[in-house]
């Protein structure tokens, strides 16, 4: 359904797991950095009518998983660490052309956020799947729910904005970069590490 072109080896959970303050907190910034893109969408496109409804319930819910995620590292004891650069969504925001059209720009901009979104998806699905802590294992099942929910909002907007046909075009294409950039990860405890 994601469409994603490398599936997470589960020894990522393993470490993520070990490491679970520091999954925890890059996943709660993750969840911010994900409520601020939504803001700024509708700041950098308020006439699109449509689109800002759907952003302000993303970025809502967006903060809210922030909140679930932060009450549940209190309730274990753990602090919220200090927020760290995310160069996954670094480098796929390198992946397309700079342009000055603002339709484009926020094609591109759609598609980088759906795509962030199914990877986050699939992390937690990998991550709840190998779980034995019933508590993690539920809370990720359900935010993985969510993330897709995401995803496929984004893609949609994408593809109403231009051509499908170029769209699909640049989705693949986008999936293939990721694709290439994941061999070289999961093993540090992020979501997208």
Do not use: P
């Not at 932060?70 to 342009?99: P, S």
């Not at 598609?111 to 992390?123: F, G, K, N, T, Y």
């Not at 993985?144 to 593809?159: D, K, N, V």
């Amino acid at each position: 359904m994601l469409g994603l072109q490398f599936e997470t080896e589960t020894s990522w959970a393993d470490i993520a797991k070990v490491n679970l303050e520091q999954i925890l907190t890059d996943h709660a910034f993750l969840e911010q950095k994900a409520a601020s893109n939504a803001v700024s969408i509708i700041i950098n496109y308020s006439e699109e009518t449509e689109l800002v409804k759907e952003m302000s319930n993303i970025a809502i819910e967006e903060m809210q998983h922030f909140k679930m995620v932060h009450l549940l590292m209190v309730k274990r004891g753990m602090v919220l660490g200090r927020e760290q650069k995310n160069d996954y969504a670094i480098r796929l925001q390198k992946f397309f052309t700079k342009t000055k059209d603002r339709t484009n720009a926020l094609v591109q901009r759609l598609l980088i956020a759906a795509l962030i979104e199914a990877r986050s998806c699939e992390r937690f699905k990998v991550f709840s799947e190998n779980m034995e802590d019933e508590e993690l294992q539920t809370f990720y099942k359900n935010l993985m729910i969510s993330e897709a929910g995401h995803y496929t909002t984004f893609l949609q907007f994408a593809r109403q904005y231009q051509d499908r046909t170029i769209v699909d075009e640049k989705w693949n294409a986008l999936l293939a970069f990721e694709a290439e950039m994941m061999r070289e990860r999961g093993n540090v405890a992020k979501i997208h590490g």
